[in-house]
């Protein structure tokens, strides 16, 4: 088990998500960079879909109730276990009572903390993800608190230290300047109910992330895009990357926890494979939109697949290895 | 262009595609959306049709190579169902009009032109369906409302607004199940449980039943 010693902001329990109780009304939470949780899964030996903490905010620590592996990832990080740093994209190992530190989060947003075998909340609606507004999964459905205690699964899975290269740096995406992010979308249902020229401030507009942005969604900040004629559609199902246009012309983002159903018009989705750099890109910070179609964002989800699948494929050589001396 | 009286079909990213039925905002449409969700749940690398207002949106398990086929059987599909009535049940859900969570009463009244009274019992006369579930766990969408307590949604939507809020979004109207952010305006408020993640089901309503409001008390 694990002691929760200090948290900063809403860190919560995540899996991949609970993909499939849309006609309930419930989304699908999850991890908002499901890239690092996998990669923290993949670097502990777990189950892709085993639950971590998506830690948001720095200070963090907790308490190691016994010798387990764990694995950080997502964003970079400057971290301590019993007096040694622990490097991002790192997997590590705790020995009972041992406390780990999380000082500070250089780039990125978000940090996942992933332990060996899983952290072991009940599923709920066929997951494990803490689902904020309907109070369940997760840890009793709400943030982590200090003093909470987390089970984990047994696991015999092996020790020692290992990294992998981080999704940031093998996917990076060319033309980005510090400090922005760009994530590409494709054109959605009501983009033809703005005129040219405020598709084109669409494109070329960098968006600033507002601090009214969470897991719900992002809401941002820049020049007013609106639509030809006021749309008001009827109430249809939404996934997260969608970005609405409310009549005040600032696009909202949909998130992992946002709602299944909207009528807000709807310009663009981002792409499944951009939606991780959108769990990482900071408050404060800006955003690009770049088009796509729907073949090449296929080919944007494989190149991610085979970026996990080396992962992979590089930590079963180490383990084998390893046996073999 | 789609002519106005085809489906529109359009893409949600590579998650998802939306099919939005022509015509007008009512049950017999909206019985042919049933119909084709119980059909297209059916298709392989479909994950969910998640029936919405008069349109349907299909989530992929795996997202199709190509999207021709998918596109074609939808609108073969959509010419070919015979309307799906779900006989379903019917609760009365006792209402209290206005007060601090039903704030937006006055503005929807006076929007309207209509008096604080009016609006009530104009909202609270139909026997409403259920036409989908959506927005947060165990929401339910309404189809029946009187168009004369129309009201469009909210410039900026509200970072929160309380459960059990009865609330009007356009031609709309519908009770939330649990607090959080909505761009609807709420004119009153009940107390009843919509969801339970431990239920066999967990939505206590589904698609098909009817709600009658009851008005249990104004408060101007």
């Not at chain 1, 609606?125 to 009793?140: I, P």
């Not at chain 1, 296929?298 to 190149?303: F, M, N, Q, V």
């Not at chain 2, 998640?50 to 349907?56: A, D, K, Q």
């Not at chain 2, 503005?107 to 036409?131: E, N, Q």
């Amino acid at each position: 088990m694990i002691e929760i010693l200090s948290v900063t902001g809403p860190a919560s329990i995540q899996d991949l998500g609970r993909f499939d109780q849309y006609r309930f009304g419930v989304g699908t939470s999850g991890a908002m960079d499901d890239v690092a949780l996998r990669a923290g899964n993949i670097l502990l030996g777990n189950d892709e879909n085993a639950a971590g903490i998506e830690i948001p905010m720095m200070p963090f620590s907790l308490r190691f109730g016994r010798d387990m592996a764990f694995a950080l990832t997502g964003a970079g990080v400057e971290a301590e276990i019993a007096g040694r740093a622990v490097p991002p994209w790192w997997r590590s190992h705790a020995r009972a009572a041992d406390i780990l530190n999380i000082k500070a989060m250089p780039h990125g947003a978000r940090l996942y903390l992933a332990v060996s075998g899983g952290v072991d909340v009940p599923i709920v609606l066929g997951s494990r993800s803490t689902q904020f507004r309907g109070e369940f999964g997760g840890l009793n459905g709400r943030p982590l608190q200090v003093g909470d205690i987390l089970p984990c699964a047994t696991s015999t899975a092996t020790i020692g230290e290992l990294g992998v290269e981080p999704a940031d740096i093998t996917l990076a995406r060319p033309n980005t300047a510090a400090d922005e992010t760009i994530v590409r979308v494709i054109v959605a249902g009501e983009y033809d109910g703005f005129d040219a020229d405020t598709q084109a401030l669409f494109w070329s507009s960098s968006w600033k992330i507002t601090p009214q942005s969470n897991r719900y969604g992002y809401r941002l900040q820049g020049p007013a895009v609106k639509p030809k004629a006021p749309i008001e559609k009827r109430s249809h199902g939404i996934v997260p990357g969608v970005i609405q246009i409310p009549p005040n012309g600032q696009p909202i983002i949909q998130m992992r926890d946002a709602q299944t159903s909207g009528g807000y018009p709807k310009i663009a989705t981002v792409i499944r494979a951009d939606l991780w750099r959108l769990g990482q890109a900071r408050l404060g910070s800006k955003l690009r939109f770049e088009q796509t179609a729907y073949t090449d964002a296929l080919a944007a989800e494989a190149e991610m697949s085979a970026y996990l699948e080396r992962l992979r494929a590089n930590v079963r050589l180490v383990e084998e290895t390893r046996t073999c001396r | 262009m789609t002519a106005p009286d085809r489906p529109r079909i359009s893409l949600l990213g590579t998650s998802a595609l939306l099919f939005e039925a022509p015509g007008t905002f009512d049950l017999p449409h909206q019985r042919r959306i049933w119909a084709l969700a119980a059909t297209a749940s059916k298709w392989p690398d479909i994950r969910e049709a998640i029936p919405g207002i008069t349109n349907l949106m299909l989530t992929f398990e795996t997202p199709p190579r190509q999207l021709d086929d998918l596109i074609t059987a939808l609108n073969e599909s959509w010419d070919s169902v015979e309307s799906l009535a779900i006989g379903g049940r019917e609760i009365r859900l006792p209402v209290t009009y206005g007060g601090e969570i039903g704030s937006s009463l006055r503005s929807v009244a006076d929007h309207c032109g209509l008096s604080i009274d009016d609006v009530v019992s104009i909202h609270a006369a139909p026997l409403y369906t259920v036409f989908a579930l959506g927005s947060h766990p165990g929401y339910c969408y309404l189809g029946g409302m009187d168009p004369r307590i129309t009201m469009p949604r909210r410039q900026t939507p509200l970072q929160r607004s309380a459960g059990g809020s009865v609330s009007i979004g356009g031609s709309q109207t519908g009770v939330s199940a649990s607090p959080g952010p909505s761009g609807w305006h709420a004119i009153g408020h009940t107390s009843w449980r919509f969801f339970d993640p431990s239920w066999p089901t967990p939505a206590a309503l589904a698609p098909g039943d009817t709600i009658r409001f009851e008005i249990k008390q104004v408060v101007r």
